[in-house]
């Protein structure tokens, strides 16, 4: 079976300091992987999602960028924080059927960071 | 763009009561709609998905959902709620991009249940 996994799973980090949060995915290959942030009140939002090693969309311009070095490592980044970075942070992975198929997201347990 | 629209931010239930959470969508196209459920400080767990075919569809832990096209909505039911069932809710719209699944989800209904 499939499981995700995020790290680490909370987070306290002074502003300007910088940022790195992995996700893995185990139980199958070639996964779509995606990277959300959630506010409070605010529902998700999706960050960046890839496709394949080194294929990386952002769908929101911030202060935040991603890397897949591997593919079933997905790394969320900053080099320096900002206050309404704070969030939780949710890693989603998804079976790649190719063009015209949609399947379904699998989320991981999140990373709680607070910015301060 | 499409958007999802919860206008519930927390609804209260008895154990035992039934439910309905409303969820509106906005999409150009046919939608691919979910469900999904977290418990606090939690990831997200899939409750069901529509996709096509059935307008009524069963998900996980008894709940169902149906989709009207002429409402633009995907409202999530219960017969019966147990108390394990407080959590926070999302309903979400996956516009297919041609390449990868996206979703965009509503802002969440809270659920709260007394016994």
């Known amino acids: 079976s499939q499981t995700i996994h995020q790290w680490p799973a909370t987070l306290v980090q002074p502003v300007g300091s910088p940022l790195s949060l992995e996700c893995t995915v185990e139980?199958?290959?070639?996964?779509?992987l995606y990277w959300y942030r959630q506010a409070a009140g605010r529902g998700l939002q999706l960050l960046f999602y890839?496709?394949?090693?080194?294929?990386i969309s952002s769908e929101v311009p911030q202060n935040l960028s991603a890397s897949r070095p591997q593919d079933r490592q997905f790394i969320l980044s900053s080099k320096k924080l900002l206050l309404s970075d704070s969030g939780f942070y949710l890693c989603?992975?998804?079976?790649?059927?190719?063009?015209?198929?949609?399947?379904?997201?699998?989320f991981g347990p999140g990373t709680r960071l607070t910015v301060l | 763009a499409q958007s999802v629209t919860q206008p519930d931010i927390h609804i209260t239930v008895s154990e035992g009561a039934s439910l309905e959470l409303r969820c509106n969508y906005s999409?150009?196209?046919?939608?691919?709609l979910f469900w999904y459920v977290q418990s606090p400080g939690q990831g997200l767990q899939l409750l069901l998905k529509?996709?096509?075919?059935?307008?009524l569809v069963q998900g996980i832990k008894g709940f169902e959902a149906e989709f009207k096209r002429s409402q633009s909505s995907f409202n999530l039911r219960k017969p019966s709620v147990h108390w394990s069932d407080a959590a926070e809710y999302f309903c979400?719209?996956?516009?297919?991009?041609?390449?990868?699944?996206?979703?965009?989800f509503g802002t969440g209904t809270r659920l709260q249940v007394t016994l």
């Open positions: 529509y996709f096509s075919g059935d307008t």
């Open positions: 139980g199958t290959s070639n996964p779509n």
């Open positions: 979400a719209v996956g516009p297919y991009t041609g390449t990868a699944s996206k979703l965009t």
């Open positions: 890839s496709i394949g090693i080194d294929q």
């Open positions: 989603a992975w998804s079976v790649d059927s190719g063009i015209f198929t949609y399947n379904e997201q699998f």
């Open positions: 999409y150009g196209a046919t939608p691919y």
